[in-house]
């Protein structure tokens, strides 16, 4: 049996320089595993608890050698000796430790970290790679949903939403895929140039230009002439579907339950009208966060309202099965999106996931701004077979690794692998 001896973490930067964690799992004394944890900045209320240090004398408090020393001493203690491919077990022992429902005490950082590096280990034990390991059956690769012009608040501009998507849905595979992308960023990025100079082709945290336009209207139409010039054609059935991530939760006004985008001011279904219109102009393939997180009717309605787009929720559900439970017999949204970090483990992270599956919703995977080079997520998308992945736009380490990671599973899988293309919502 595959006994884990050790466990070892340590404090590592994320791609804006923040501490985060990075852990070892040693089985029979030797590394078997080895995984960091992401961390978002566009956050949602609901999501687990990220423990920090607090000692404002250490990157301004926001060190994690606490939550370092969780997995250092009680965590590592707990699971020695735990068989390393009980995976439910692994993570069920570090929930009940914590013995709070957000991991308010170990830290959800702590927990994580610990949780993916034992799945790395229980897949190397078993030597095979990691989205087989969870599911024998993985063969979709993901359409990428490029986030080619960035706002909100993985950006230093006035742009209220947050991610402005193009789809490559009518690619062959994961490799044509990225070069599409990349060919209309390349065509965007001289139209960015002529109208707000060069400075406005300077990227945000996920990669995209971060330019200074606002609201909803002008980067569709940057982006519908981009992908003209590029040479693809846009529609559902063509080369490009769009999406967006509107984050709402981050541009909304509890105060008097109003939206602020491109100087004008929209009541919720207001909102939805506006959503609605640009849909009639333009094919949204995904909409992610359209209304704030705690308006479950508001996101009833727009599901209703844009029957051909897939609404997805992130702020909404955080990866949480009790947050699905809620929101999906009323028919909010019809995907989730999937971050192992918003909810703290893996067997927890594969349940809201099988969760949404049962019930007809989408499952999203995705990157959060804060990333390392890690490539996991590429393994996860594969292995849920959920057909689409966010994980910002292929440029630097920290986006460039699961993409890269993504090519080399295609290669892997060879002739039975399938790009989910047209079908991302539910691959076939
Ligand atoms: P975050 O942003 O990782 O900062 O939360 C990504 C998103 O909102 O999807
Ligand atoms: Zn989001």
């Known amino acids: 049996m595959p006994y884990i001896t050790h466990i070892k973490a340590r404090e590592i930067i994320d791609?804006?320089?923040?501490?985060t964690i990075q852990v070892d799992t040693y089985v029979d004394r030797k590394l078997a595993g080895r995984a960091d944890v992401p961390q978002g900045r566009s956050t949602g209320t609901y999501e687990a608890h990220v423990l920090i240090d607090g000692d404002e004398k250490r990157y301004q408090g926001q060190?994690?050698?606490k939550a370092v020393a969780n997995i250092n001493g009680p965590i590592?203690?707990?699971l020695s000796g735990l068989d390393v491919t009980e995976q439910r077990n692994i993570d069920q022992t570090m929930c009940a430790l914590d013995g709070t429902p957000n991991k308010a005490n170990l830290g959800a950082n702590a927990i994580l970290g610990v949780s993916l590096s034992a799945a790395r280990a229980g897949a190397f034990c078993c030597s095979v790679p990691l989205y087989r390991y969870i599911n024998p059956n993985a063969r979709f690769l993901p359409v990428p949903l490029m986030n080619i012009l960035n706002g909100g608040k993985l950006t230093a501009n006035d742009l209220e939403?947050?991610?402005f998507i193009i789809m490559p849905v009518g690619a062959e595979n994961y490799a044509h895929a990225l070069q599409i992308t990349t060919e209309i960023n390349e065509a965007l990025r001289p139209m960015v140039v002529e109208k707000y100079g060069i400075l406005a082709t300077n990227t945000g945290d996920e990669g995209g230009f971060a330019t200074p336009m606002t609201g909803i209207w002008e980067p569709f139409e940057f982006m519908q002439r981009a992908c003209e010039r590029a040479g693809y054609k846009v529609g559902f059935g063509e080369d490009i579907v769009y999406g967006l991530d509107c984050a709402a939760t981050h541009f909304y006004n509890k105060g008097n339950n109003t939206y602020e985008l491109g100087a004008k001011t929209y009541d919720p279904d207001g909102l939805i009208e506006l959503y609605q219109e640009v849909g009639k102009q333009y094919p949204i393939g995904s909409m992610e966060d359209p209304l704030d997180e705690d308006d479950i009717d508001g996101f009833v309605k727009v599901t209703q309202a844009m029957p051909d787009t897939q609404i997805v929720g992130d702020d909404l559900f955080v990866t949480n099965v009790e947050?699905?439970?809620?929101?999906?017999p009323k028919g909010a949204a019809n995907a989730m999106l999937f971050k192992v970090n918003q909810i703290g483990s893996l067997s927890e992270a594969l349940d809201a996931a099988e969760f949404a599956f049962r019930n007809g919703y989408g499952v999203q995977v995705s990157e959060r701004s804060g990333e390392t080079e890690d490539a996991l997520i590429a393994d996860l998308v594969v292995a849920l077979n959920?057909?689409?992945i966010k994980t910002g736009m292929?440029?630097?380490g920290e986006r460039t690794s699961k993409h890269n990671r993504?090519?080399?599973i295609e290669e892997e899988l060879g002739n039975v692998a399938a790009y989910a293309g047209h079908n991302f919502r539910r691959p076939v």
């Open 386 to 388: 959920g057909g689409q």
């Open 161 to 163: 939403i947050q991610e």
């Open 323 to 328: 947050r699905l439970k809620m929101c999906c």
């Open 76 to 78: 590592a203690e707990a």
């Open 15 to 19: 791609c804006r320089g923040w501490p």
């Open 63 to 65: 060190g994690m050698l």
């Open 394 to 396: 292929p440029i630097r």
């Open 406 to 408: 993504l090519l080399l």
